[in-house]
């Protein structure tokens, strides 16, 4: 039983700021990659920005130099500080993390999403 839980989504005006957490809890061993994806209305789920154990992250073009993704591996959490926010940035954001988990087969591991936080950029 995992499970990814994000919040600090909500209505912000364009220019402004919002911060997105997304804590991990349940039974796992450990996670390596933690993710955002975002998906707006009508259009499919696409990367938002992604880290790694190793300390390797990526972003996608549409938000460098505007968003930041950081990590807290004590605590299992993902942020996102998103900044400079335009209303093209509105959708429902989800955390994303490939965890190791015990299965009834074994050990195995698990690509967990969250439920999802929306963001709202208008005026």
């Known amino acids: 039983q995992v499970q990814l839980v994000e919040s600090g989504g909500g209505l912000v005006q364009p220019g402004g700021s919002l911060r997105l957490s997304c804590a991990a809890s349940g039974s796992f061993f450990s996670i390596n990659g933690m993710g955002w994806y975002r998906q707006a209305p009508g259009k499919e789920r696409e990367l938002v920005a992604t880290?790694?154990?190793?300390?390797?992250?990526n972003y996608a073009d549409s938000v460098k130099g505007r968003f930041t993704i950081s990590r807290d591996n004590a605590k299992n959490t993902v942020f996102l500080q998103m900044n400079s926010l335009k209303p093209e940035d509105t959708a429902v954001y989800y955390c994303n993390a490939g965890m190791r988990v015990l299965t009834m087969t074994g050990a195995g591991w698990r690509e967990v999403w969250g439920q999802g936080t929306l963001v709202t950029v208008s005026s």
């Open positions: 880290t790694f154990s190793d300390g390797s992250l």
